[in-house]
């Protein structure tokens, strides 16, 4: 159950970041359920998104939309996704920086519906706020707080069947993050993968 709700928690971060080049910096994202609390440390430098758990590595590109799970314990990494810049359905999730909103408004695509409330500040950071209340009844409504200086959503609260999943991004620090947080370390293999 505990590795359900993380890898929940990363998909959820991944489909709410933006597409657009986001700032550097890194994080340590906090997630809370009835399972308990679990942390992850998070960077970021463009396009490239490093989640870092306790029992693997997971790296995200932006733009090919591919995942990189790497199992340090075990000296493999998996790749996943797509080869070429992903053409996924464009939920009005994936990049809030652009609906330009204003409070109060909705809007409804395939996914669901999706509300603009009043901003509010996490940390330092002020956010736009967000309701995607889904069409798939399983689900219930999630609130995201958007930053847009920092391109993401730094705290979002979802209504899942385990129950209610509150995850945020504390100790934000920004700058330059090196390059190799974002490269298959040396000596790792590729394992295959086949459905």
């Known amino acids: 159950m505990r590795k359900m709700i993380i890898s929940i928690t990363l998909l959820i971060f991944v489909l709410i970041a933006t597409s657009a080049q986001a700032a550097e910096y890194s ?39 591919k995942t990189y799970s790497i199992v340090p314990a075990e000296k ?15 939920s009005i999730l994936n990049s809030p920086e652009d ?17 603009r409330l009043p901003s509010e500040t996490v940390g330092k950071y002020r ?6 209340t889904p069409q798939e009844e399983d689900f219930g409504p999630s609130t ?9 959503a730094v705290k979002a609260v ?22 190799k947080l974002f490269t298959i ?5 590729k394992m295959e993968l086949n459905f």
Do not use: N
């Open 185 to 189: 370390p040396e000596g790792y293999s």
């Open 99 to 115: 609906l330009k909103m204003e409070v109060g408004q909705t809007m409804s695509d395939e996914d669901g519906k999706i509300e």
């Open 27 to 65: 994080a340590t994202m906090v997630t809370k359920s009835s399972e308990g609390t679990f942390k992850a440390k998070i960077f970021v430098k463009g396009k490239w998104h490093r989640h870092e758990q306790p029992e693997a590595v997971i790296l995200f590109d932006e733009e090919t939309g």
């Open 144 to 152: 995201i707080w958007f930053s847009p200086k920092l391109k993401t």
């Open 76 to 90: 493999i990494y998996i790749e996943m996704g797509e080869d070429e810049e992903s053409e996924e359905s464009q």
């Open 127 to 132: 956010c736009d706020v967000y309701r995607h």
């Open 158 to 179: 979802s209504e899942t069947p385990m129950g209610t999943i509150t995850m945020e991004y504390v100790d934000i620090k920004e700058g330059p993050q090196d390059e």
